[in-house]
């Protein structure tokens, strides 16, 4: 089993910039695939940004790329996600999760059916 904690979360004006945190309990091969998905009140919860642990290879949802960074540090069990020119449309509860095989083919990479591990969230709020 796999603990995430996500941090970070926090009110930015429009066009600000926060960056959220996940520390996983451990990195191993059930975290070979990390990535933070958002879920909107009255949406379904969407993959934001994937990162494949092993290699750091990265993937954005189109609406984020290019504001939105995914990255890693080993060595503290972390992966952050960087948003910056923050939208009101990004207002969102922010998940952490994680999975062995995730990454493997691009379908399910994106698929929050496909991850094992979920952390509790942190809420970003951008006011309109």
């Known amino acids: 089993q796999v603990q995430l904690v996500e941090s970070g979360g926090g009110s930015m004006q429009a066009g600000g910039s926060l960056r959220l945190a996940c520390v996983a309990s451990r990195f191993d091969s059930s975290t070979t695939c990390m990535g933070w998905f958002r879920q909107a009140p009255g949406k379904e919860r969407e993959a934001v940004a994937i990162i494949r642990t092993r290699g750091g290879e990265t993937f954005y949802a189109d609406s984020v790329k290019g504001r939105f960074t995914i990255s890693q540090d080993n060595a503290k069990n972390t992966v952050y996600l960087q948003l910056t020119t923050l939208q009101p449309e990004d207002t969102a509860m922010y998940y952490c999760?994680?999975?062995?095989?995730?990454?493997?083919?691009?379908?399910?990479?994106?698929?929050?059916?496909?991850?094992?591990?979920w952390g509790q969230g942190t809420q970003v709020t951008v006011p309109s």
């Open positions: 999760a994680a999975d062995e095989s995730a990454c493997e083919y691009r379908p399910w990479r994106y698929s929050e059916a496909r991850y094992s591990y």
